[in-house]
């Protein structure tokens, strides 16, 4: 029987993904029935909240964490799966927004995030189809000064000697089109499984002691005696403290959130097997590859010869009827040898956007924390600040959550109503912007 979520889509098993498709067998995470008693309650199974949950049960604290749908059912299990190493911001807009010093703490902590993604690919046999390698592309030739500009400030005054500049030569030695002008290399980028990803963090919560709940979704959210009370359709979880890590699916669980969070869809396909030579001449050596579009394009292969590209946006829940017709047009403007060639696998997802695509933690009860709207980069971030919050949310000191959350959180403008159809307006002026 199909089961829908608060989008409307069938919560009751994963999309029909590639990924879903090249998977072991979901995590066996029985549904809540009856109340319990528990330290933490972690809401929402992607990487946010099994980062939490990891992180509190190997310090041998209680926690449960409910999730709606099978656990990795949302953005963490369906997206591109690329590895940007850093912040969705630059460096530069952070030191003109928060000065040398912050922006320095903040690099720390993205290459800190990046060394814990490598600890949690160690805990499956195949570290989740990791790649390494990621190109940034840029569609238009008078971005590159800017691009090669980031890379001298990264190399210089960071030390980061794994981003290199590409010229337009170098570019197209490396992909096969003629989309692109220029760009840079990030060595210690790539792209990964994120499905397999997020059920190796699972596995490995529900090993340290974490009890993990699939197909229970929270209804309702609200204080009691000893500190709060989370309702689902089958039980009660009674907590001394709560995470809400469910997402761009967050729909007013913490209604702080809903002014600083917008949910955006975003749309991949893949397609049939190509011949490996072919799929070899697309993207030298496989590394990832995302562009310079305010609504970017990015695309890898995978291990089996496919190409995995994504391109498109719109808002609201709704989706396109025909995700593989809305994204090929996008793929054959990269690619156009490609135009013709069969779609295996073709889904959308909501993921969470922030005014300044930073994340926002917030702490706005006592005993409640939310995370939310990576916008983008969650694969390397959302694993680490959730660990983070965890950590902080059991009493240990922890610096790195507590200078993310002073970072400023913008609203969206608009108030509850109009936020919306205000940035979509806005996001549909730049996505036309992309294709003058």
């Not at 030739?141 to 990264?154: D, E, F, I, K, L």
Request: hydrophobic share 45%; aromatic share 8%; net charge neutral.
């Amino acid at each position: 029987m199909r089961q829908a979520g608060p989008s409307g889509e069938d919560i009751g098993r994963f999309p029909g993904s590639y990924y879903a498709d090249t998977c072991d067998a979901p995590v066996a995470a029985a549904q809540l029935h009856g109340d319990v008693i528990t330290d933490f309650c972690v809401i929402g199974g992607g990487f946010t909240g099994l980062g939490a949950a990891l992180a509190l049960a190997r310090m041998g604290r209680s926690v449960r964490l409910v999730e709606m749908g099978p656990i990795g059912w949302g953005a963490s299990g369906r997206n591109g799966g690329q590895i940007h190493v850093g912040w969705e911001q630059s460096q530069t807009w952070f030191e003109k927004k928060l000065g040398h010093d912050t922006a320095q703490a903040l690099w720390r902590m993205a290459l800190a995030a990046r060394a814990h993604l490598d600890t949690l690919f160690d805990l499956a046999p195949d570290r989740c189809d990791f790649r390494p390698g990621l190109v940034f592309a840029d569609h238009r030739p008078g971005h590159m000064a800017a691009t090669h500009a980031h890379v001298r400030n990264m190399r210089e005054v960071y030390g980061y000697g794994s981003l290199t500049p590409l010229s337009r030569d170098a570019l197209r030695g490396m992909l096969d089109t003629a989309a692109y002008h220029g760009g840079s290399f990030d060595a210690l980028g790539g792209h990964c499984h994120p499905l397999k990803l997020a059920l190796a963090m699972a596995r490995a919560a529900q090993a340290a002691g974490a009890m993990l709940h699939a197909h229970t979704p929270c209804t309702h959210l609200e204080p009691d005696r000893a500190g709060w009370r989370v309702t689902t359709p089958h039980g009660v979880i009674h907590a001394g403290q709560v995470l809400d890590a469910s997402g761009a699916y967050a729909r007013a669980m913490v209604p702080q959130t809903d002014a600083h969070v917008l949910p955006v869809n975003s749309y991949i396909a893949t397609t049939e097997p190509l011949d490996p030579a072919l799929a070899a001449s697309l993207i030298e050596g496989g590394a990832a590859v995302s562009d310079a579009r305010f609504v970017p394009y990015y695309f890898r292969l995978t291990p089996d010869h496919r190409l995995l590209f994504g391109g498109g946006e719109s808002y609201g829940y709704r989706m396109p009827r025909d995700i593989a017709a809305f994204v090929r047009p996008h793929l054959a403007r990269v690619f156009p040898q490609l135009a013709h060639v069969p779609i295996s696998h073709a889904w959308g997802g909501s993921l969470a956007i922030t005014p300044n695509r930073l994340p926002f933690v917030m702490q706005p009860q006592p005993g409640l924390h939310a995370v939310n709207g990576f916008s983008g980069v969650g694969v390397v971030m959302a694993p680490w600040l959730g660990q983070a919050v965890g950590r902080a949310m059991a009493g240990e000191a922890n610096a790195a959550h507590d200078l993310v959350r002073r970072m400023p959180h913008p609203r969206f403008p608009g108030g509850p109503w109009l936020r919306w159809p205000t940035q979509a307006l806005a996001m549909s002026f730049m996505a036309l912007r992309d294709r003058l």
